[in-house]
């Protein structure tokens, strides 16, 4: 049986009206499904407001314990609820959940070597508690997962949010046909960065070697490729990446970019 | 079969002591169980470091557009996450939910009469998805309610954490033999509200018509009890009024005040 599971990203949670019609077209999406959000600008707004700026230690972005009471509160709360909402307005029964809820996704706090992160936790599809979101999707329920996880000791965990959608989609696709929607900016992967009607439709493992040695996708899409990859070899059937507005199209591949 | 639902109050939340000592018991309570909780002063704080104060109109706290995110984050987040990842640190495995989630608690916004109260949702047992709740009740889960609800119009709705205990214990009492444990800042129903140790061990509704009568009972408390029978009358068998501290005394009737 199909599953659909889409991220997105920042750039249309800050946008409510972006957001708005991306949330109704996720909902005509048919049969089951799970969503996965990441943070936005907010959280970064809100911490400023109250006296938390953005922590940096060699150009990397650090989760302090001030940074991380914000992102609970933010990305679990403001956001996640938000988007529940939404969506049972809309008809699609939805449940927002961190990875500590149902410990569906218990985290190892990133291991500090050169860098220490703070409370970031790193996840593996070996780990992530099917089971639990296996009876959601059954009894019809959709799972909406914050950028959130937790250690089991007590923790919760900033994580980000296409490591969580890549490793829920491998893990369940030992269960579901697993389909990846990654949402962002872009109408997919384009051959020309500054033509964004330059998408390349079709992205197979022999294709990604030969764009990667002829340099033709930009340096900026190589991680998302590698992540897409990542997935189709775990057992997920189809990765696709394009613009939020073309959800709709997106589903049945008619934009962006299928990585196969 | 016993379904033990407990409901603690803001004091508890706004002390990392007291709420840590308290999710030790309630982790140790056997076999089924609910946790309800109330919002607690860091929300008022965390308003007020973010412009938002505390509004009221002829007295009465309103939830105005502002001060509903603030809960939103801070209820259904920060509060909400953090005991779940406590509890699953204790081999509870918790799942944090508002009335949105799953659409267990829907809510019609509190209507206009002398005052409007904003975004403030009103629940009945009767309204309440307990087919939801069963089945992770049935799956090992222990849900955990924040004070938040849902008007399935896209808005999540504050609602008051006691009224959210009574009306779920009130629905689920109908599958389940529910004790409700209020944990407060008192021992129970005192007969001289200067003398913590002068709790009424039980209290009957013939006692109740006396005490209210010979003026015994405190004014505090008389909404206390008047909810307790509600949840009485409602199919509930026991109402447990009591200190937080005591919980594991509470659960078997060694503390507090019970009603039945």
Redesign the interface.
């Known amino acids: 049986m199909k599953l659909t599971v889409v991220k997105i990203g920042g750039n249309i949670i800050d946008n409510d009206d972006a957001l708005a019609d991306f949330l109704r077209e996720f909902a005509k999406i048919e049969g089951k499904k799970i969503l996965v959000h990441g943070g936005g600008k907010v959280a970064t707004d809100?911490g400023r407001?109250?006296?938390v700026e953005p922590s940096y230690v060699d150009g990397r972005r650090i989760t302090d314990k001030e940074t991380l009471?914000i992102v609970?509160?933010?990305?679990?709360?403001?956001v996640?609820?938000?988007i529940?909402?939404?969506l049972?307005?809309l008809g699609c029964?939805?449940?927002?959940?961190?990875g500590?809820?149902?410990?569906i996704l218990p985290a190892i706090k990133r291991p500090v070597k050169h860098i220490d992160y703070g409370f970031v936790g790193d996840i593996t599809s070996d780990d992530i508690h099917t089971e639990?979101l296996n009876?959601f999707l059954r009894?019809g329920?959709i799972p909406v997962l914050a950028p959130?996880t937790?250690d089991?000791?007590?923790?919760?965990l900033n994580t980000n949010a296409d490591t969580i959608a890549q490793e829920v989609a491998k893990a369940l696709a030992k269960d579901w046909n697993v389909e990846l929607i990654y949402c962002f900016e872009k109408k997919g992967v384009l051959l020309d960065a500054a033509n964004e009607n330059s998408v390349i439709a079709r992205i197979t493992t022999e294709d990604f070697a030969e764009l990667r040695e002829k340099e033709v996708v930009s340096a900026g899409m190589i991680p998302k490729l590698e992540n897409a990859f990542v997935a189709i070899n775990g057992g997920v059937k189809k990765v696709i990446i394009g613009h939020a507005k073309e959800l709709s199209d997106l589903c049945v591949a008619k934009a962006g970019t299928s990585i196969i």
């Open positions: 809100i407001k109250l006296g009471g609970t509160m933010v990305y679990g709360g403001l996640n609820k938000n529940v909402a939404s049972q307005s029964n939805a449940i927002g959940l961190t500590a809820d149902g410990n639990v009876i009894m329920l959130l937790h089991v000791k007590g923790n919760i």
